[in-house]
């Protein structure tokens, strides 16, 4: 599969696999794991991609992948062991899963966000010394308008920022006229719906909303049909509601330092006022 994003090559090695979940359009399958020894090929956009990797276009869109292992060292996992099974580079199923099903849900809502494709097991064995485990790692591969998240402006080509951000005028109803008022309403848009439906990120970020304003990367999050399976988890995420408001404002302000844009602090109190998202 060809793409026209000219990033760092990572040499790959394909395994074989069991789909786990599938999201119903086509696409073929690169059950691939970082090898430097491999003969496929992924490509690394940004240095903030420590895990995941686009793996070619379909449809106009990117065919991403997570949990191919870390783009930046040598290795393809590594435990660090502070944290059991959580290893750099890797995604377990549960994960994976987990992310899959909620972003499944959160696109039902009309929240733009990325298209999910499947949840690949590979064959591939994994051994986890913390936890004295073998494990098998999965991927997780989905499409996206845009490969480059809002975190990765110093990287994106200038034509490819340049289209995106004409894409956005598609959304300006109210005709604000800077982009970052346009970044706002879409934002504040998306937090208002989940919201209401008792939904949480937990990790808004501008390294989870892309160049075309998609809202991505779910595994931590959490819905009435998907809520924690720790208790204490569960009985804190009430409060965690008004700090994903503050986290927008900082993606915010960064598009509008990226653009060259005066933030205007008035008529953005004046978004969040019509969404209900006061503080």
């Not at 690949?120 to 308008?145: A, N």
């Not at 909303?209 to 999050?221: I, K, N, R």
Request: charged share 25%.
């Amino acid at each position: 599969m060809n793409t026209s994003i000219k990033g760092i090559v990572i040499k790959a090695q394909p395994y074989g696999y069991k789909t786990i979940c599938r999201n119903g359009f086509a696409l073929d399958r690169l059950p691939l794991l970082k090898n430097e020894n491999g003969k496929a090929e992924m490509f690394c956009i940004s240095p903030n991609n420590g895990r995941s990797v686009v793996l070619g276009e379909y449809n106009d869109h990117y065919l991403l992948s997570k949990g191919n292992g870390l783009t930046y060292t040598q290795t393809t996992f590594i435990n660090t062991g502070e944290y059991g099974a959580s290893t750099w580079g890797l995604l377990l199923k549960e994960q994976a899963v987990r992310d899959f099903n909620i972003g499944v849900e959160i696109e039902k809502l009309g929240i733009k966000t990325n298209r999910m494709g499947s949840v690949l097991e590979l064959d591939y064995e994994y051994h986890i010394p913390t936890i004295k485990e073998t494990i098998k790692p999965s991927l997780l591969q989905y499409s996206v308008e845009c490969p480059y998240r809002i975190i990765d402006f110093p990287f994106i080509p200038k034509s490819m920022l340049k289209k995106e951000l004409e894409k956005w005028e598609v959304l300006n109803s109210n005709l604000y006229k800077y982009k970052h008022l346009i970044a706002t309403e879409v934002m504040f848009k998306n937090l208002s719906i989940m919201h209401s439906k008792g939904i949480l990120h937990n990790a808004i970020h501008s390294q989870n909303y892309s160049w075309a304003l998609e809202l991505v990367d779910f595994e931590l999050g959490r819905t009435p049909n998907y809520p924690y399976d720790n208790e204490d988890y569960e009985k804190q995420y009430p409060f965690l509601f008004r700090r994903e408001i503050m986290q927008t404002l900082e993606i915010i302000n960064y598009i509008a330092w990226c653009l060259k844009e005066k933030i205007d602090f008035g008529k953005i109190t004046e978004i969040q006022h019509l969404y209900n998202l006061s503080l």
